[in-house]
């Protein structure tokens, strides 16, 4: 693989790399727990000896290979149901194998070498130059309830530097905007680093976005500036979205075993501006996650006093704010998916005859690898603000309960907001409530799409309205005198405007996760 190149989508996928050895019998003879066994094989498939299977290992399951003198040392990681609810966990194996069957140890640790490289063939970690570059790792000891430091040392450090052997060089962030400033300020992060990874919540996702793009060199990052994310914070959407594509359990140990395979899918980014005034320039914000306003965001923002509580801190504030609901007043704008009229909009991105977006380096290919390049260019959305959208937009200006625009599936741990959504899919899903929908939400059915959210079941409600575009305008407004518009948060963080404008681009960057395709279909088969 070439210096500073990422895992392609073939790779991603599961495709076999090239192996440097033709590796089905590995030669010579093997100790495996001080005794000598038979069989020993290592190839595409993965590891197994003599038809043991407490030492088989498939190839998907391998995270780490080492070898020492004579000894060749396999890590890997499987799923298995556990306990009365047949829950998954992940469960490591480890495999010490000594090549015995040569006359002189420097013999036996050239095979346990030869062997060591077919591994790392296996994990498509074979470039020396590639392998000896850091992953950058940010961990914020003040996300959440405050123990990332302690998931990162305790379990985290183990699977990626410990199990598979990475390099890491770790920044512990001190204040807000330390990581963004240490992002922009890097003189040659692609050199650098094989990737970063962010053990937070879905803020520090967020600044390390807006570091990466606010660079010069921003293309050269996206493409080879992977990023992964273990869940440290109260909400870790972004954690949990990319785990459930891998079709792993959310866990910290299932968030790390993602980054230690270094395979790589798209991830779609939305370029935002932000309006204070139609006549002010805008502020512009790359989004990842999702764009929350109305109900959702009043709770989201409205409950940061209390992160000590964790994920529980979300539904304390939406029972505090049920008390006294809130509508709020909007002009939404979008352009509908594949070109569909109002009235026969599709209403997820997997709904039939809906072809996928293009890819913004398909698009753009003149950006590929640039070292000095301007921001993204908008093209979809309406030069300015004072420019109305097409009219092939579709345009709603109504009184609104809640919308909640998502990137990938789940916006927090237990909220599986747009289950149809896949990291690089190519569509933002909007979703919203309004007075002159389907049907208008009292406060009963906003106890029921809160409490649907967890398993995606809200979507079935009447009064939600879902459909995906690639681009919106949101301009909001005061439903009476002194009223406020409501606040709008994109990834969980609050921004200032009175209007924005948002498009999507499909594969800007790229995030650490395995096969969501092959992902999507266990899980389809498991209903």
Request: glycine residues 10%; contains cysteine.
């Amino acid at each position: 693989m070439a210096k500073g190149a990422v895992a392609d989508d073939a790779q991603a996928s599961g495709a076999a790399p090239m192996l440097q050895a033709d590796a089905a019998a590995m030669a010579g003879t093997w100790k495996c727990k001080g005794r000598k066994v038979n069989g020993v094989r290592l190839d595409a498939a993965g590891l197994s000896v003599g038809g043991r299977a407490d030492l088989r290992l498939k190839r998907d399951e391998i995270i780490g290979a080492q070898v020492e003198g004579p000894v060749l040392r396999l890590v890997g990681y499987r799923t298995r149901r556990v306990g009365v609810m047949r829950s998954t966990r992940l469960e490591r194996r480890e495999v010490l194998l000594e090549s015995v069957g040569e006359k002189s140890v420097e013999a036996n640790c050239a095979i346990a070498k030869r062997y060591y490289d077919v591994a790392m063939d296996l994990l498509g970690r074979s470039d020396p130059a590639q392998e000896s570059k850091p992953l950058l790792v940010f961990v914020n000891p003040a996300s959440g309830i405050g123990i990332s430091t302690r998931l990162w040392d305790a379990i985290a450090r183990k699977v990626l530097c410990e199990d598979a052997n990475h390099v890491v060089e770790l920044v512990r962030t001190t204040r807000q905007d330390h990581a963004l400033d240490l992002i922009k300020g890097h003189a040659d992060l692609v050199a650098a680093y094989k990737g970063i990874v962010i053990v937070s919540g879905d803020g520090l996702v967020y600044e390390v976005v807006q570091g990466l793009m606010g660079r010069r060199d921003w293309p050269r990052c996206a493409r080879h500036l992977p990023l992964g994310v273990i869940p440290g914070g109260s909400g870790n959407g972004m954690a949990k979205s990319l785990t459930f594509a891998s079709g792993l359990p959310h866990s910290v140990c299932a968030a790390a075993v993602v980054v230690a395979k270094m395979k790589t899918v798209p991830l779609d980014v939305s370029v935002v501006d932000l309006f204070k005034s139609k006549d002010a320039p805008p502020e512009r914000v790359y989004s990842v996650l999702s764009l929350e306003w109305g109900m959702i965001a009043d709770v989201d923002i409205g409950s940061e006093a209390m992160r000590w509580a964790g994920s529980a801190r979300f539904m304390v504030q939406f029972l505090k704010n049920l008390a006294n609901p809130r509508k709020y007043g909007a002009r939404l704008s979008f352009l509908p998916a594949g070109g569909a009229p109002a009235d026969k909009l599709p209403t997820s991105s997997s709904s039939p005859g809906l072809q996928a977006p293009r890819n913004y380096w398909d698009l753009h290919p003149e950006l590929v690898d640039s070292a000095d390049a301007d921001p993204p260019a908008c093209h979809l959305v309406p030069p300015d603000a004072s420019t109305e959208p097409g009219k092939e937009w579709v345009t709603i200006e109504d009184r609104f309960t809640n919308m909640w625009n998502c990137n990938v599936a789940w916006m927090a741990e237990d909220a599986h907001v747009a289950p149809h959504s896949q990291p690089g899919d190519g569509w933002l899903q909007l979703q919203y409530i309004r007075d002159n929908g389907p049907q208008r939400i009292n406060r009963r059915g906003m106890v029921s799409y809160v409490l649907g959210v967890e398993k995606g079941a809200h979507i079935k409600l009447k009064c939600v309205e879902t459909t995906p575009t690639l681009a919106y305008r949101l301009e909001l407004k005061q439903l009476d005198e002194g009223g406020k518009p409501g606040i709008v948060a994109i990834d969980g963080e609050l921004v200032e405007c009175s209007m924005l404008q948002m498009e999507h681009m499909r594969g800007l960057l790229r995030a650490f996760c395995v096969s969501p395709a092959a992902a999507g279909k266990k899980t389809k088969k498991k209903k």
